[in-house]
């Protein structure tokens, strides 16, 4: 069983910054891709970045030029720094991984962390 936890969320001002992180722990042979989603209230859940093994990233259009997302595979630990926030911005954020186990991909979702940017 693998286990993804979230931190660093809280409540920020428009224009702020805050970090968060998202730590892999359990049987796992490797991680593959991670991914930030976020859910609005009475929203989808959708897509913010992902990043590859080798450190590649990709962002959203609305989060490019203000989100960047990291990854330290030793800690097997990702990082999504949040800066120039804005109200909209506000919801939970969600990690998922695509973790190796015995030969296999799975695909794993961590409990949420809840950002509210607002004045």
């Known amino acids: 069983q693998v286990q993804l936890v979230e931190s660093g969320g809280g409540l920020v001002q428009p224009g702020g910054s805050l970090t968060l992180s998202c730590a892999a722990s359990?049987?796992?042979?490797?991680?593959?891709?991670m991914y930030w989603y976020r859910q609005a209230p009475g929203q989808q859940r959708v897509f913010v970045a992902r990043?590859?093994?080798?450190?590649?990233?990709f962002y959203a259009d609305s989060v490019e030029g203000r989100f960047t997302m990291s990854r330290n595979n030793a800690k097997n630990t990702v990082y999504l720094q949040m800066n120039s926030l804005k109200p909209e911005d506000t919801a939970v954020y969600y990690c998922?991984?695509?973790?190796?186990?015995?030969?296999?991909?799975?695909?794993?979702w961590g409990q949420g962390t809840q950002v509210t940017v607002s004045s």
């Open positions: 359990g049987n796992i042979d490797s991680i593959d891709t």
């Open positions: 990043i590859i093994p080798n450190g590649r990233t």
């Open positions: 998922n991984a695509l973790c190796e186990q015995g030969g296999r991909v799975d695909d794993y």
